[in-house]
């Protein structure tokens, strides 16, 4: 027996109006990326690198003129991450992120302008993705602002609140995968590696830390010895008066199990 149509609305007498809807369903997204400039002395060390936040300075109510996070209302006809992909290059001129979910924030109150649900977008990104920034729409300025620092200001909404949540994602993130390799030259050092680690996982430690990440001819790694066609270790003074060995990704992937 065919099984009936599917009735519409109407038919079985559902009305909207019989519940009560948000008053708007807005994105915010939270964008991550580590900054890294020469330092200027003579004696040759690693970049200064920092875990920045990009931020808008808002141009509207509420909060107008305080910084907070680039986001704005969904429209009907778009998903919500087509929504923070829009809003985000409305606000800032930034395109093509690779972002991923963070979550919902429907706390009472959050929002002046009433019931409004957001939904946040996150993401770690190479600074050059970031260097055609400018700020439009309802975004006054826009900045990259020192995480340590961000986490200090008075943000409008509850966009600190969204900053720590989004934080403990990418750090998470950092310790779980190998989206370190972004920041690094195809070729690196350990204390290289080791920093852009701490750059955002500040409380990182060291212990065990190259024997558990290194292949060897008994187990793989994440990365591997360079070595030269000869066999030859490869090593650089690049950052140091002593040269340091040279390392690089493997491509492997560990799999991880509760069960093994």
Excluded at 30 to 43: D, L
Aim: glycine share 6%; with cysteine.
């Amino acid at each position: 027996m065919l099984m009936d149509r599917e009735r519409t609305a109407a038919e079985v007498g559902y009305t909207a109006g019989h519940y009560r809807t948000p008053d708007g369903a807005p994105t915010d997204i939270v964008i991550f990326t580590i900054t890294s400039e020469a330092r200027s002395s003579a004696k040759k060390a690693l970049p200064e690198r920092k875990l920045q936040v990009m931020l808008i300075r808002r141009k509207v109510w509420p909060f107008e003129g305080k910084w907070a996070l680039p986001g704005g209302f969904c429209q009907e006809k778009e998903s919500m991450e087509a929504c923070a992909r829009r809003e985000l290059e409305e606000e800032t001129g930034v395109t093509g992120v690779p972002m991923t979910y963070l979550g919902v924030y429907s706390e009472p109150g959050r929002d002046p302008r009433g019931w409004i649900i957001s939904h946040v977008y996150v993401a770690l990104v190479q600074q050059e993705m970031l260097a055609g920034r400018r700020a439009a729409d309802d975004a006054a300025d826009v900045r990259l602002v020192p995480v340590r620092e961000a986490l200090e200001m008075e943000l409008a909404f509850d966009h600190r609140d969204i900053l720590r949540d989004a934080l403990e994602q990418i750090r998470a993130q950092m310790l779980t995968t190998t989206v370190a390799r972004a920041f690094l030259p195809e070729r690196f050092t350990i204390g290289e590696l080791y920093q852009v680690i701490r750059t955002v996982v500040p409380e990182f430690e060291e212990s065990n830390f190259i024997r558990k990440i290194t292949a060897t001819q008994r187990r793989e790694g994440i990365i591997e010895e360079v070595r030269d066609a000869d066999g030859h270790l490869q090593t650089t003074q690049r950052y140091s008066q002593r040269a340091a060995q040279l390392y690089r990704f493997t491509g492997w992937t560990p799999e991880l199990s509760l069960y093994r």
